[in-house]
């Protein structure tokens, strides 16, 4: 969690609780695909970047499918 505390916020001195409530316990509209999941944050969430950066550090690429043609 180093990368929170270079944004300037009350996040970067908050204990793990405090973040985990700000960051993910917003409204917002879920949207699931076959290869992904789309949240559709509300345009006054002060977090989004911060959200990004975290879903992005956090996203784990799947290998290539193997194909036996």
């Known amino acids: 969690m180093n990368f929170i505390?270079?944004?300037k916020?009350?996040?970067a001195a908050a204990q793990p609780n405090t973040?985990?409530?700000e960051l993910f316990k917003v409204a917002t509209q879920i949207k699931q695909y076959k290869d992904r999941i789309?949240?559709?944050l509300p345009s006054a969430y002060p977090f989004k970047?911060?959200?990004h950066t975290l879903t992005e550090r956090l996203h784990?690429?799947?290998p290539p499918a193997f194909?036996?043609?």
Request: proline share 5%; aromatic share 0%.
């Open 5 to 7: 505390k270079q944004v």
């Open 9 to 11: 916020c009350d996040l």
């Open 19 to 21: 973040v985990i409530l």
């Open 38 to 40: 789309v949240l559709h």
């Open 49 to 51: 970047h911060l959200l």
């Open 60 to 62: 784990i690429p799947r």
């Open 67 to 69: 194909n036996s043609t």
